[in-house]
């Protein structure tokens, strides 16, 4: 099997010599390798890229969707931006709190689920979009939560 | 009048993402046509057609294409902007989901023009299904050799919405913070790693090959003469039926609302229409007989900027709505220029003094005077955009503001739509140090 | 920028500059001031991130960032002075910047030295509108022992974060999160480690990075700047010694364009402090008996070293450390040589005038086209500054090489030697190549040696002038004389004192010379001294006593003893440079070195004196086994160093460096126990694999090396024990 480190190279390869265009790609596939950008997966991907792990981290701590803390193993994204609020997107936060027994912001005691409210995910005229790892669900209703939930394998 | 499509011409009898199907219907033809010409010849096509980006600026592309310094020894980029951010908007998307050949085929022509053999997408990051039908589709595509030696790479971003501000989105590709440069230099001159770069909206470049199969002069015909071709309109909010209209760019503003998308939901009243994605001033009830098209909407103070209208009913507090506007502006700003970084973050504090009762008329003044000082002192737009709505509804709406600071509290009690609406920057930073600035 | 002449209107005046200058400079030269603070050239292109400079342009229907604008001919520029527009814009940033700021400048070390300060007492609105919660930090953070971080008082105008990523190219110092939360910050709040993390302090335009060592230690109007030139490297870089109450308190960078562009080390920065060292000697120390060393009068002493000097006269040799001053050397050699009849003295390396057909200021490196860097000793380690030279021309697209036969170089129009040890014989080998490759005559060539000393150059130049005789070789040595720290912490010269009948020390620091002298005289520092120093560059310049020693000055006593030897050696530099320059410097005087000292010729080379210099370690690797090993000499070592409890921090790991092919070939990785040994004496040392490294040598610190030099054999760890 091909390494961290190769599969940067391959991911450096596809831009100009020099550049470090690479390095979103390579902190995603650090995060899916280690769940979130732990200190040592910041430092494996500086290694790769040659830059320095302070380099890794500042571009990481720009972007919403990589991730500094830990998260559960599934991540659910409400659309709280205004399209989406305008049509009951708080309910539907709301009730995945109760159902997960949890805060919009935090992950369940046995880290399976993360539950954030995210800016606006480009499905207004769907309202309310949820984000389910990473995977749209669109016309979410308070009602169809717990459906969503039930489908997560293992779910909670 | 019925919708016309072109950009998403063929995706309701044909499953678009297909290339075969997409050949089917004459697709890719526009490469040829194109490639017999020389880039003197198809930039001068382009700008005849008079394609208006669709990004938000309304730049004509063909104009773009022609500042192109095709002489510089470096080599020359083209870059299509997919970051599609800005609320309201989901064309892009749609575009992209179910015609991406159209958009391919859009970029080879584009290509040609500028003499470019590198192209980059840059696509939201998370618009994943869109991403894999996108890749997918360059994949068939140059596997069946329509490429030449043109070279498509799909970038994804990771969550910002600055990165859709062309020369963020330039810094982002690079590999760096997506913090937008001063201008100038402007892209076609020093664009990506420093060579000249054509950057384009996701809806313009998929317009191109209707320009080619058309021919511009044709092009030039359809929708109004200031803002010719059709336009994806993403309407959202309280109407009836919220989605992606493909009109003719002239299309009277009413008609979107109460034929195509069904009017009011819940036979509510009309309050407000934000005609351009939440970054634009919005309209009151008594403005929305107007045509859809970037001359049209500037006239009367606003812009075009998305092509999404957000549609407001009367139950929500306008207060409330500029809070959660100005939420998300302060939470994209990207940190570096001082008015933006500050100024929306104040911003906030004063709308929310006056959302729970704590204002005075003074801070009224303030706010407007914050927003004044924002505006037109800023590196890029983002900061402009968290003013003009505000701005607007400030103006529009002040006996509501006014209503706030004399009942000490919101006028609607608990009853407005947007009623305890949590935003992300409510929750937490990435950093302990962002954390404790948060109290 | 072409030389083309534009006419640009600013505030109703005309000038005339280059078309392509930058607005700033435009308005300065037409007498007007843009405030700015992210705006600061030496780091890059303009970022028009904090928004202080805008102004209006005619024809721009928006205010313009004056730092990213450049002067195009008829460009009619209106700033805040004249345009109601400007001064808006102007009002508005500064009202933005004040919003978060803490209202802490009485206890704040920049107050009244800040930018901000000023700006905000010049141009700023008299009260706040910003009534609700500012952004409150932890504060301040230590982001190193020698710098604080006050992240409330952070402007965010990016000026440490881009000299971190583009100047120093260390990438440690970054910009986390976005908007309002964005701060300044290292990664996981590891210390901010390298040879010019210092600089930061100065750059930031408010009281956000500060030096720890100066904190609460003076305010403005309490202290005063002496402009005096650094003694801890051959660089020679530009400083100013802020002084309060008789004490050094704090070393700022005072800009020579062509030696250091305002870029100074942290060991010229923050090692001012072994000035109040705890073994620093005032008063001499005689060993009496076999009691050891106990402190006796200044007459007492001065009586003692006549009396060692006549018993050993024309057999005393002595030890130069190089960084006394020219004046010093003169002085005692005068002494020694004229009063003694006693020539012989060494420096711990060769020196020779055979660059001085190619000197050249240590700016022209970045506008080479091609460096080629000779030497495994990383420049960083030698002569600090030259490294950001070498990296700023590899940022103006030079190629840097570390092969003087690699064709670029002869294709190359303008060439750059850098000769970085090991070895003392250095200025020898690359004047030869110098000369190989022609670049004499050639425009913007030239060859530069880093010496191992601040001024072996001109302590040489000095002993040699300051006697005609010659002596011949002695039998035995007398007394040995140990002049300076260097000279009296190497072990060799302790070894030498072993065969002299009598060794007198002058020295800084107790420590150094308890136990094997008989007689110490202390000595004093660079930041104590008149007189002047000749860098690597050949450029002679002046030292200013920027307070006074807690001892008499050398040329003091020298003077007081020369003259019971019938040899007339003046008190003061002054009097003694001139005696130099008539000899050496071409009869410059002393008033005539400069503040800012140009790069003068030398009439005529001197003949030099020199100690057998270091072997230079010869020979490839014969067997796959072996690998040529380097012992550097750190930058942060030495006497100073040692004595600054706030810098071991920056002192060199245990480890040794390898060459990725070396440490493949034995399966080597980062973190492995690696040992190398030659005939009995080994190491056992944590790896390094370092992609710039040359195969077949390994890098350690000297004193991680364990006295090995030269061919080793290199093995991983477990191999051996096994
Ligand atoms: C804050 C900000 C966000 C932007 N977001 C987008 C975006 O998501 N998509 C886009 O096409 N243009 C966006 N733009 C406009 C781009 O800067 C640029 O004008 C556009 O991509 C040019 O393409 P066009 O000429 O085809 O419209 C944004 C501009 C600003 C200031
Ligand atoms: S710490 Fe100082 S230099 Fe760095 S960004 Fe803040 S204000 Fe600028
Ligand atoms: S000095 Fe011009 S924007 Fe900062």
């Given at each position: 099997?091909?390494?961290?480190?190769?599969?940067?190279?391959?991911?450096?390869?596809?831009?100009?010599?020099?550049?470090r265009?690479?390095v979103l790609p390579a902190l995603r596939l650090a995060q899916e390798r280690h769940g979130w950008l732990s200190r040592e997966a910041l430092e494996e991907t500086a290694?790769?890229l040659?830059v320095t792990p302070a380099f890794c981290y500042s571009i990481a701590t720009f972007y919403d969707m990589l991730h500094l803390e830990p998260v559960g193993r599934h991540t659910i994204d409400v659309c709280t931006n205004l399209p989406c609020a305008l049509?009951?997107a708080q309910e539907v936060v709301e009730a995945f709190e109760s159902e997960l027994g949890i805060r919009a912001g935090e992950t369940t005691p046995d880290g399976e689920v993360t539950l954030r409210a995210v800016e606006c995910l480009g499905g207004c005229?769907?309202?309310t979009v949820v984000a389910v790892n990473d995977r749209y669900?669109?016309?979410?209703?308070?009602?169809?939560?717990?459906?969503?939930?039930?489908?997560?394998?293992?779910?909670? | 009048?019925?919708?016309?499509?072109?950009?998403?011409?063929?995706?309701?009898?044909?499953?678009?993402?297909?290339?075969?199907?997409?050949?089917?219907?004459?697709?890719?033809?526009?490469?040829?046509?194109?490639?017999?010409?020389?880039?003197?010849?198809?930039?001068?096509?382009?700008?005849?057609?008079?394609?208006?980006?669709?990004?938000?600026?309304?730049?004509?592309?063909?104009?773009?294409?022609?500042?192109?310094?095709?002489?510089?020894?470096?080599?020359?980029?083209?870059?299509?902007?997919?970051d599609e951010s800005e609320p309201g908007a989901?064309?892009?998307?749609?575009?992209?989901?179910?015609?991406?050949?159209?958009?391919?085929?859009?970029?080879?022509?584009?290509?040609?023009?500028?003499?470019?053999?590198?192209?980059?997408?840059y696509i939201r990051g998370e618009y994943l299904?869109?991403?894999?039908?996108?890749?997918?589709?360059?994949?068939?595509?140059?596997?069946?050799?329509?490429?030449?030696?043109?070279?498509?790479?799909?970038h994804r971003g990771a969550g910002a919405y600055i990165c859709g501000e062309?020369t963020a989105l330039l810094e982002s590709l690079e590999g760096k913070r997506g913090q937008p440069r001063?201008?100038?230099?402007?892209?076609?001159?020093?664009?990506?790693?420093?060579?000249?770069?054509?950057?384009?909206?996701?809806?313009?470049?998929?317009?191109?090959?209707?320009?080619?199969?058309?021919?511009?002069?044709?092009?030039?015909?359809?929708?109004?003469?200031?803002?010719?071709?059709?336009?994806?309109?993403?309407?959202?909010?309280?109407?009836?039926?919220?989605?992606?209209?493909?009109?003719?760019?002239?299309?009277?503003?009413?008609?979107?609302?109460?034929?195509?998308?069904?009017?009011?939901?819940?036979?509510?009243?009309?309050?407000?229409?934000?005609?351009?994605g939440s970054s634009?001033?919005?309209?009151?009830?008594?403005?929305?007989?107007?045509?859809?098209?970037?001359?049209?909407?500037?006239?009367?103070?606003?812009?075009?900027?998305?092509?999404?209208?957000?549609?407001?009913?009367?139950?929500?507090?306008?207060v409330q709505l500029a809070i959660r506007s100005t939420k998300f502006y302060a939470h994209e700003s990207c940190g570096k220029c001082t008015p933006c970084r500050v100024g929306t973050r104040w911003m906030v504090q004063i709308l929310e003094s006056i959302e729970n009762?704590t204002a005075?008329?003074?801070d009224?003044?303030l706010l407007?005077?914050v927003g004044?000082n924002i505006?037109?002192k800023v590196l890029c737009a983002l900061g402009e955009f968290a003013v003009y709505p505000v701005?607007?509804?400030?103006?529009?709406?002040?006996?509501?503001?006014?209503?706030?600071?004399?009942?000490?509290?919101?006028?609607?009690?608990?009853?407005?739509?947007l009623d305890g609406i949590l935003a992300p920057s409510d929750m937490h930073a990435h950093t302990p140090a962002g954390e404790e600035a948060l109290v | 920028?072409?030389?083309?002449?534009?006419?640009?209107?600013?505030?109703?005046?005309?000038?005339?500059?280059?078309?392509?200058?930058?607005?700033?400079?435009?308005?300065?030269?037409?007498?007007?001031?843009?405030?700015?603070f992210c705006?600061?050239?030496?780091?890059?292109?303009?970022v028009g991130a904090c928004r202080?400079?805008?102004?209006?342009?005619?024809?721009?229907?928006?205010?313009?960032?004056?730092?990213?604008?450049?002067?195009?001919?008829?460009?009619?520029?209106?700033?805040?002075?004249?345009?109601?527009?400007?001064?808006?814009?102007?009002?508005a940033t500064?009202e933005f910047i004040l919003v978060n700021h803490p209202l802490d400048?009485?206890?704040c070390?920049?107050?009244?030295?800040?930018?901000l300060?000023?700006?905000?007492?010049?141009?700023?609105?008299?009260?706040t509108r910003m009534s609700f919660d500012k952004l409150t930090f932890e504060k301040p953070i230590p982001i190193s022992?020698?710098i604080s971080l006050d992240r409330e008082r952070c402007i965010l105008c990016y000026r440490c974060t881009r000299f971190s990523e583009?100047?120093?190219?260390d990438g440690q110092l970054v910009a986390a999160n976005r908007g309002a939360l964005s701060v300044i910050t290292t990664f996981e709040d590891l210390p901010y480690?390298?040879?010019?993390?210092?600089?930061v302090?100065?750059l930031c335009p408010v009281g956000a990075l500060l030096?720890?060592?100066?904190?609460?230690?003076?305010?403005?109007?309490?202290?005063?700047?002496?402009?005096?030139?650094?003694?801890?490297?051959?660089?020679?870089?530009?400083?100013?010694?802020?002084?309060?109450?008789?004490?050094?308190?704090?070393?700022?960078?005072?800009?020579?364009?062509?030696?250091?562009?305002?870029?100074?080390?942290?060991?010229?920065?923050?090692?001012?402090?072994?000035?109040?060292?705890?073994?620093?000697?005032?008063?001499?120390?005689?060993?009496?008996?076999?009691?050891?060393?106990?402190?006796?009068?200044?007459?007492?002493?001065?009586?003692?070293?006549?009396?060692?000097?006549?018993?050993?006269?024309?057999?005393?040799?002595?030890?130069?450390?190089?960084?006394?001053?020219?004046?010093?050397?003169?002085?005692?050699?005068?002494?020694?040589?004229?009063?003694?009849?006693?020539?012989?003295?060494?420096?711990?390396?060769?020196?020779?005038?055979?660059?001085?057909?190619?000197?050249?200021?240590?700016?022209?490196?970045?506008?080479?086209?091609?460096?080629?860097?000779?030497?495994?000793?990383?420049?960083?380690?030698?002569?600090?500054?030259?490294?950001?030279?070498?990296?700023?021309?590899?940022?103006?697209?030079?190629?840097?090489?570390?092969?003087?036969?690699?064709?670029?170089?002869?294709?190359?129009?303008?060439?750059?030697?850098?000769?970085?040890?090991?070895?003392?014989?250095?200025?020898?080998?690359?004047?030869?190549?110098?000369?190989?490759?022609?670049?004499?005559?050639?425009?913007?060539?030239?060859?530069?040696?880093?010496?191992?000393?601040?001024?072996?150059?001109?302590?040489?130049?000095?002993?040699?002038?300051?006697?005609?005789?010659?002596?011949?070789?002695?039998?035995?040595?007398?007394?040995?004389?140990?002049?300076?720290?260097?000279?009296?912490?190497?072990?060799?010269?302790?070894?030498?004192?072993?065969?002299?009948?009598?060794?007198?020390?002058?020295?800084?620091?107790?420590?150094?010379?308890?136990?094997?002298?008989?007689?110490?005289?202390?000595?004093?520092?660079?930041?104590?001294?008149?007189?002047?120093?000749?860098?690597?560059?050949?450029?002679?310049?002046?030292?200013?006593?920027?307070?006074?020693?807690?001892?008499?000055?050398?040329?003091?006593?020298?003077?007081?003893?020369?003259?019971?030897?019938?040899?007339?050696?003046?008190?003061?530099?002054?009097?003694?440079?001139?005696?130099?320059?008539?000899?050496?410097?071409?009869?410059?005087?002393?008033?005539?070195?400069?503040?800012?000292?140009?790069?003068?010729?030398?009439?005529?080379?001197?003949?030099?004196?020199?100690?057998?210099?270091?072997?230079?370690?010869?020979?490839?690797?014969?067997?796959?086994?072996?690998?040529?090993?380097?012992?550097?000499?750190?930058?942060?070592?030495?006497?100073?160093?040692?004595?600054?409890?706030?810098?071991?921090?920056?002192?060199?790991?245990?480890?040794?460096?390898?060459?990725?092919?070396?440490?493949?070939?034995?399966?080597?990785?980062?973190?492995?126990?690696?040992?190398?040994?030659?005939?009995?004496?080994?190491?056992?040392?944590?790896?390094?694999?370092?992609?710039?490294?040359?195969?077949?040598?390994?890098?350690?610190?000297?004193?991680?090396?364990?006295?090995?030099?030269?061919?080793?054999?290199?093995?991983?760890?477990?191999?051996?024990?096994?």
């Open positions: 099997m091909t390494t961290f480190y190769d599969e940067v190279q391959e991911l450096r390869a596809r831009y100009p010599e020099g550049s265009s690479a290694d790769a040659e049509c009951g005229g769907y309202a669900r669109q016309h979410v209703r308070p009602e169809t939560v717990p459906e969503i939930l039930g489908e997560l394998d293992g779910g909670t | 009048m019925a919708e016309h499509k072109v950009l998403l011409a063929g995706t309701d009898e044909r499953d678009l993402t297909q290339l075969a199907e997409y050949r089917a219907i004459g697709g890719y033809r526009g490469v040829d046509k194109a490639r017999a010409m020389t880039p003197d010849a198809l930039i001068e096509e382009l700008q005849q057609a008079n394609l208006r980006g669709r990004g938000g600026a309304g730049f004509p592309m063909g104009r773009k294409a022609s500042l192109i310094d095709r002489k510089s020894p470096k080599p020359k980029y083209l870059v299509v902007n997919a989901f064309k892009d998307r749609e575009v992209m989901a179910k015609a991406p050949h159209r958009l391919i085929e859009g970029c080879l022509i584009a290509a040609h023009a500028i003499e470019s053999t590198d192209v980059f997408i299904a869109e991403y894999e039908i996108l890749a997918a589709a360059v994949e068939e595509a140059r596997e069946a050799g329509l490429f030449g030696d043109v070279r498509i790479t799909v062309e001063p201008r100038p230099p402007f892209p076609p001159i020093q664009g990506l790693y420093m060579a000249p770069t054509q950057i384009n909206n996701v809806c313009t470049i998929a317009t191109v090959p209707a320009i080619l199969e058309l021919g511009a002069e044709e092009f030039a015909k359809t929708g109004v003469p200031s803002s010719p071709g059709t336009a994806i309109f993403s309407i959202s909010g309280n109407v009836v039926q919220p989605g992606n209209y493909e009109l003719d760019l002239g299309t009277p503003m009413r008609e979107l609302i109460y034929e195509h998308a069904g009017g009011i939901a819940g036979g509510r009243e009309l309050k407000a229409v934000i005609p351009g634009v001033p919005a309209l009151t009830p008594d403005q929305i007989d107007v045509p859809l098209d970037y001359d049209s909407l500037g006239a009367i103070g606003t812009f075009f900027g998305a092509a999404s209208l957000i549609v407001v009913d009367d139950r929500c507090c306008m009762g005075t008329h003074a009224l003044e407007d005077s004044d505006l037109g701005a607007s509804y400030l103006h529009k709406w002040r006996d509501e503001f006014v209503a706030h600071i004399e009942q000490g509290g919101c006028p609607f009690g608990n009853s407005s739509s | 920028m072409s030389t083309e002449l534009v006419r640009v209107t600013i505030d109703e005046r005309d000038v005339h500059v280059p078309k392509g200058t930058g607005i700033v400079e435009t308005a300065l030269a037409a007498g007007v001031e843009i405030p700015v705006y600061e050239p030496r780091l890059g292109a303009p202080m400079c805008l102004v209006e342009v005619e024809g721009m229907p928006k205010l313009q960032t004056g730092c990213t604008l450049t002067a195009q001919d008829g460009m009619v520029v209106k700033t805040a002075r004249t345009s109601e527009k400007a001064a808006g814009g102007e009002r500064l400048c009485p206890v070390d920049k107050g009244g030295e800040c930018p300060q000023d700006l905000t007492f010049r141009y700023g609105p008299g009260n022992p020698t583009s100047v120093s190219e480690t390298g040879a010019f993390t210092g600089n302090t100065e030096p720890t060592q100066y904190r609460f230690e003076g305010r403005p109007w309490e202290i005063v700047e002496v402009p005096t030139v650094c003694g801890l490297c051959p660089v020679g870089c530009n400083i100013h010694a802020t002084v309060r109450e008789g004490k050094v308190k704090r070393i700022l960078s005072r800009n020579h364009p062509e030696i250091d562009e305002g870029w100074i080390c942290d060991k010229g920065r923050f090692a001012y402090t072994h000035l109040r060292a705890e073994d620093r000697l005032a008063q001499p120390l005689q060993r009496l008996r076999r009691h050891g060393l106990e402190q006796v009068s200044w007459e007492q002493a001065i009586d003692e070293a006549e009396r060692l000097f006549r018993a050993a006269r024309g057999r005393i040799v002595t030890v130069l450390s190089g960084s006394e001053t020219v004046e010093q050397a003169y002085a005692l050699g005068k002494l020694l040589r004229v009063g003694l009849d006693s020539h012989q003295a060494t420096l711990p390396e060769e020196i020779s005038g055979g660059l001085d057909a190619y000197r050249l200021p240590l700016s022209s490196i970045r506008s080479a086209d091609v460096v080629v860097v000779l030497g495994d000793v990383p420049v960083a380690e030698r002569a600090p500054v030259v490294d950001l030279w070498i990296r700023s021309a590899r940022r103006n697209g030079a190629r840097i090489l570390d092969d003087a036969n690699d064709p670029a170089v002869a294709e190359a129009e303008r060439v750059v030697l850098i000769w970085s040890g090991p070895g003392g014989r250095g200025s020898t080998t690359v004047a030869k190549l110098a000369e190989k490759l022609g670049l004499a005559e050639r425009e913007g060539c030239g060859a530069f040696y880093l010496p191992e000393t601040p001024n072996g150059r001109g302590v040489a130049d000095a002993w040699a002038a300051c006697c005609d005789e010659e002596g011949g070789p002695i039998d035995s040595i007398g007394l040995l004389v140990v002049s300076g720290d260097e000279a009296a912490a190497d072990e060799n010269v302790r070894a030498l004192a072993e065969q002299a009948e009598a060794t007198i020390v002058l020295s800084m620091f107790g420590g150094l010379s308890a136990g094997w002298a008989d007689l110490v005289l202390p000595g004093t520092s660079y930041l104590e001294r008149d007189g002047t120093f000749v860098n690597l560059e050949g450029r002679l310049q002046r030292l200013r006593r920027t307070v006074t020693p807690p001892c008499p000055d050398e040329l003091e006593w020298i003077a007081e003893l020369a003259a019971r030897f019938d040899v007339d050696v003046a008190p003061y530099a002054a009097a003694v440079f001139a005696e130099v320059s008539e000899r050496v410097y071409g009869g410059l005087a002393f008033g005539e070195v400069g503040e800012r000292a140009p790069l003068r010729g030398y009439p005529e080379a001197q003949e030099h004196v020199a100690r057998e210099a270091l072997p230079e370690p010869r020979g490839k690797p014969r067997r796959r086994s072996e690998v040529r090993l380097v012992a550097y000499k750190p930058l942060f070592s030495g006497a100073a160093v040692e004595r600054v409890t706030e810098l071991q921090f920056q002192r060199p790991q245990p480890e040794l460096e390898l060459s990725p092919e070396d440490a493949q070939r034995r399966k080597i990785a980062t973190g492995d126990l690696v040992t190398v040994g030659s005939n009995g004496s080994a190491i056992t040392l944590p790896a390094r694999v370092n992609r710039h490294l040359r195969a077949g040598i390994a890098r350690v610190a000297l004193e991680h090396a364990n006295g090995l030099q030269g061919i080793v054999e290199l093995a991983k760890a477990e191999e051996v024990t096994a």
